[in-house]
């Protein structure tokens, strides 16, 4: 570990996200991953754009730290696809670092740019600030309450009220809810729903996700919302017309 980072007052907590530092340099991947596991996070890494896009589209991250000097394109062309697959914060590191080219990348999107070369132990404490943030933020979003038509449900209490009617959840089922009405008209797969709500991946023979769903479908009106198997590719919760 660098002289900065051991020599840093930040105390290294349980992981609690996911950074993807996109650089194509070794030695620059080999102390961000020092940066990255201080701050309390697990370190990701992608030396070329091509690779950053596969990885975007194969699971979700907290954190990106992105160079702009890739072997295959800008770094800041970036920005748009990793919008697309989500609204997790951008710290750009470049040496390129003139006014032009920060207010460019705030304007593309970037929380942050940072001129190289960075102390370690800035870095890390500012990815562990916004971390926090965005965990502070993410625990506000699944506490508030999701409404749909006269139905609602509070994900923190796992409590459903059909209009007067108020029932609590189980966990399992709680947690499948949140999902099909966080991803309204997506078609969520066994595996992700029970990778979801139980925590493991789902195998072939595994009946959990539907017994799940056809508890669910006792539980939710039929004038707010249907749960419609999709053939071969799982379920999407579709609202009724006016909800």
Excluded at 31 to 38: D, F, K, S
Excluded at 97 to 110: E, T
Excluded at 140 to 162: V, W
Aim: aromatic letters at 4%; one cysteine or more.
């Amino acid at each position: 570990m660098s002289p900065a980072l051991r020599d840093s007052p930040i105390a290294a907590p349980a992981t609690f996200g996911d950074v993807l530092c996109i650089d194509d340099d070794q030695v620059v991947q080999i102390l961000l991953e020092e940066v990255v596991r201080l701050a309390g996070a697990d370190y990701h890494d992608a030396r070329s754009a091509e690779q950053a896009k596969d990885l975007l589209g194969a699971r979700r991250f907290d954190l990106i730290l992105l160079d702009r000097r890739l072997p295959d394109s800008d770094g800041l062309l970036l920005i748009e696809t990793i919008r697309q697959h989500g609204d997790c914060p951008v710290i750009v590191l470049s040496e390129m670092g003139c006014p032009q080219d920060r207010q460019l990348g705030i304007g593309l999107g970037a929380t942050e740019y940072l001129t190289k070369p960075f102390n370690p132990a800035e870095l890390s404490m500012r990815i562990r600030l916004i971390l926090e943030r965005e965990q502070r933020r993410l625990e506000r979003a699944r506490d508030a309450p999701i409404t749909l038509g006269h139905l609602s449900y509070s994900p923190a209490a796992r409590r459903l009220r059909i209009g007067s009617v108020e029932t609590y959840l189980p966990p399992a089922e709680g947690r499948m809810l949140y999902l099909l009405l966080t991803h309204q008209g997506e078609v969520l797969s066994r595996d992700d729903l029970t990778l979801g709500a139980c925590g493991r991946e789902w195998s072939p023979g595994d009946r959990t996700a539907d017994v799940l769903i056809a508890r669910l479908r006792k539980k939710l009106p039929n004038d707010i919302a249907e749960i419609v198997t999709v053939h071969r590719l799982g379920y999407v919760l579709t609202a009724r017309p006016g909800c």
